[in-house]
């Protein structure tokens, strides 16, 4: 199968989507609470957690003190005679039929080989919770020492240990899942080396183009690993009943994709599993598949309702962060502002399994300017430290850290405006990504041209800031993902609208959906309901990951509303006995056009549709759609900084957003994306990074010492909404919930540099590493 494409699409029901864009609407594009929000504020919300099943049973996991070694012996004895205990497993008692040793969701318990600090080596199943911690003490393991490799430039050496017994291949399903990227480009492979995959990308002659270039710049950045920061930690219920019919509830952003993964492992048949996508408390890419095997397995064992909670520091440990990132980079520009050559190397800490989203970062890093001639080489290297994986725009704040301080300092040096330089630059329409593909309709122009009419910058142009005070910005893009969604719109008998869809809820995109389906039917937005549901009951939708869920379920609820609309329009036809292009809808009414006396309600409609003898089939619109051209998303950020030159402290004093949304559907959840994903992108620039020390041991596993951004931390700032039309969106929307975390640690750094003189190249900018770059802490290194 050829890998998705920027320039096909194929989305049944949906013969011409460029005529959905029309100037004005009614309920599309005007801000609207989240429908859920009564329910999460008051407590009434049910998440995992709160979960209680007839005679469950409470899990708990021991995990690995050390980062490698051999499992010698692990003595249980002790824990099962624990009061309470049910039973104690370690790898070989779970009844697993199909496990790829390249998977890390697979490897629910090690086996003979522990790959990194926090790793689950053995489970303990009691009748409470607290019965199971004390049981974890009483397991007994014997480990034998084995070479801990944490460095990556050094994992990379010929001379370096092996992180892990060697894999045949990469599993990168889960990349593919936030963008389709991760398909359009040939990876190699490594079978005996830390070194698990390659890519090289050339376009020209790089050659050439540093010979044609007046200024050549050359740097190493690096950005730590850093926690996707959900509020709720991993959690599933599993519960295998007499039949043989395994039922999960969990929180995850793809249910569909978890029943499809459990099914695979286990051996069933998915019309004998059953996943509910419970509330979310948050995901960021981190909530795929790492709870929910263990517990089936545990349940399928037992016969019992089995869960499964972890605790915060559990998560911190053993969860999937998003990767360290190396980018080395070396870039040629003329004179005027020309660009003409980068060479990039770009080296990925995937933890200890393949799959980090080093294809992104390469995509990317060359992917937001007009390099004619270019060489990017890309690493994915394999480390003793938990693996990682997707966190919002996977690989974009590696990415553009490195290219927009590259940027920022190649404008510096020229002495050019920094908005100017990139506007000179910029891709736009037709512009080749990396791997040759052309660019659809984007809008990085556009959120350029309005970061500088914004009032923060023009204060910058003025001198209006105070001493020891900068303000600049960076541009991020992100290129999506695709894939197929169903939905389906009901007409109930009292003539409301349900929506049905099988999407997990992370953001209030189901708000989205009723203002999609209210538009369509010009139906009051109370009068449209979302219903979602497990896999066995709801139509089927890809991950909530990659930007896709409005841009793919969106598209599906939008052929879905207009399905129903004809024919709400064909029975109105009918009944008035009047022609159906003169039937027009309004407010819940059918109606003539050219005798506004001819009318009935939906109720009417209802009641002969589904009551007893009606004279109707059912209301019921289907959408199905299978998106493959992706919708880019640009954002331009900009802050204002104020560093104390004494103590390395920086304060973030205002900052300002533009973002093409192409259409927002719900302008409301559309700033706040764009806010949230600031807060995170200056939370990766200046304060979080999961720590490890020499022998692989986490260092930061509480929220005591892992720093996150807080309220205090982040000023309000103004978010601008740039629409450039996507005309493969439903009303033209495109992709929101990524691209507003790339920018974020690159404005920072670039503002910095304005306002110290000194270019610090690693994130988090911290205190010590600002006063180091300072000339003022000489004898500091980091741990």
């Not at 360290?324 to 502002?337: F, H, N, P, S, Y």
């Not at 736009?428 to 052309?438: A, F, H, I, V, Y």
């Not at 369509?520 to 009068?527: A, H, M, S």
């Not at 180091?772 to 741990?783: P, V, Y």
Request: charged letters at 20%; hydrophobic letters at 40%.
């Amino acid at each position: 199968m050829d890998p998705p494409r920027l320039d096909s699409c194929t989305q049944e029901s949906r013969p011409n989507p460029e005529e959905d864009i029309v100037a004005s609407f009614t309920y599309v594009g005007q801000p609207t609470p989240r429908l859920d929000t009564p329910a999460k504020v008051t407590g009434e919300a049910q998440y995992t957690a709160d979960l209680q099943l007839p005679r469950m049973l409470h899990a708990k996991v021991l995990r690995s003190p050390v980062a490698h070694a051999l499992i010698k012996r692990i003595d249980t004895s002790k824990a099962r005679a624990h009061p309470g205990v049910v039973t104690v497993v370690t790898a070989g008692d779970l009844p697993a039929k199909h496990l790829n040793p390249s998977t890390r969701a697979h490897m629910m318990l090690a086996d003979r080989e522990v790959l990194y600090y926090g790793q689950a080596v053995a489970a303990v199943v009691a009748q409470t919770l607290w019965q199971a911690e004390e049981a974890l003490d009483l397991i007994e393991v014997e480990y034998e020492p084995l070479p801990v490799v944490i460095d990556p430039i050094e994992a990379m050496k010929p001379d370096s240990p092996l992180t892990r017994t060697p894999l045949k291949e990469a599993d990168r399903s889960e990349e593919r899942e936030h963008s389709a990227a991760a398909a359009t480009a040939e990876v190699e492979d490594k079978a005996v080396s830390n070194v698990s995959s390659h890519i090289n990308i050339t376009r020209g002659d790089v050659a050439v183009g540093f010979g044609e270039a007046d200024l050549v710049v050359e740097q190493r950045y690096r950005v730590g690993m850093v926690h996707q920061g959900y509020i709720e930690p991993h959690v599933a219920v599993a519960d295998y009943d007499t039949v043989g019919n395994l039922h999960v509830w969990t929180s995850t952003q793809g249910q569909f994709s978890v029943r499809s993964e459990l099914a695979r492992v286990y051996g069933l048949p998915e019309n004998r599993v059953t996943v509910m996508g419970m509330e979310s408390g948050g995901g960021f890419g981190g909530k795929m598949f790492n709870s929910q095997l263990l517990p089936a397995g545990l349940s399928m064992l037992l016969r019992r309702p089995v869960k499964l909670a972890w605790t915060r520091s559990e998560d911190l440990k053993s969860a999937v962060p998003a990767p360290q990132a190396i980018i080395e980079l070396r870039t040629g520009v003329k004179k005027d502002g020309t660009l003409t050559a980068l060479d990039a190397k770009v080296i990925i800490d995937s933890g200890c399994f393949p799959g980090g989203p080093m294809t992104s970062v390469c995509m990317l890093v060359g992917g937001y300017y007009r390099f004619p001639n270019l060489n990017i080489e890309g690493f994915e290297v394999v480390t003793n430290k938990v693996s990682v994986g997707a966190y919002r725009a996977p690989g974009a704040p590696q990415a553009t850290f490195a290219i927009e301080s590259q940027m920022d300092a190649m404008a510096k040096a020229l002495g050019l405006d920094p908005i100017e330089f990139r506007l000179k630059n910029a891709v736009k329409e037709g512009d080749l990504l990396p791997n040759g593909r052309p660019y659809p309709r984007i809008g990085a122009v556009e959120c350029l041209e309005a970061i500088q009419k914004s009032s923060l910058w023009q204060r910058r142009k003025a001198g209006e800031l105070g001493p020891n005070r900068a303000v600049n910005m960076a541009l991020s893009g992100w290129l999506g993902g695709s894939g197929s969604s169903a939905a389906e719109v009901l007409l109930n008998p009292d003539g409301t609208m349900a929506v049905e869809v099988g999407t997990t809820d992370i953001t209030g995109v189901t708000t989205s959906f009723a203002q999609i389906a209210a538009e369509v039917l010009q139906l009051p937005l109370d009068r449209v309901g979302v219903r979602t549901g497990d896999t066995a009951s709801m139509p089927y939708s890809g991950v909530s990951a990659g930007s896709r869920t409005t841009y793919s379920t969106g598209n599906a609820v939008l052929a879905a509303a207009k399905d129903a609309r004809e024919q709400l329009l064909t029975i109105g036809a009918n009944r008035l006995e009047v022609p159906k292009d003169d039937l027009d809808m309004s407010g819940g009414r059918i109606f003539s056009k050219s005798d506004p006396s001819k009318a009935l309600t939906f109720a009417d409609i209802g009641r002969l549709s589904t009551g007893f003898g009606g004279a109707y089939i059912p209301v019921i619109g289907r959408g199905l759609v299978n998106i493959r051209r992706q919708a880019p998303g640009f954002t331009v950020q900009a802050v204002e900084v104020e560093v104390d030159p004494e103590t390395g402290f920086v304060k973030v004093i205002d900052g300002v957003v533009a973002q093409d949304v192409g259409k927002a559907i719900n302008p409301l959840a559309v700033e706040g994306q764009m806010q949230g994903g600031l807060m995170q992108g200056l939370g990766i620039g200046l304060w979080e990074e999961m720590v490890y020390d020499r022998e692989g041991i986490l260092r930061n596993p509480t929220l005591l010492d892992y720093r996150q951004p807080t309220a205090m931390d982040i000023p309000p700032f103004e978010t601008i909404l740039v629409e450039v039309p996507n005309p493969e969106g439903p009303f033209g929307a495109r992709i929101v919930g990524e691209p507003a975390i790339g920018p974020g640690a690159a404005a920072v750094a670039n503002a910095i540099h304005d306002a110290t003189g000194v270019r610090v190249t690693t994130t988090p900018i911290t205190a010590e590493r600002l006063l180091h770059a300072m000339g003022k802490l000489q004898e500091w290194e980091r741990e």
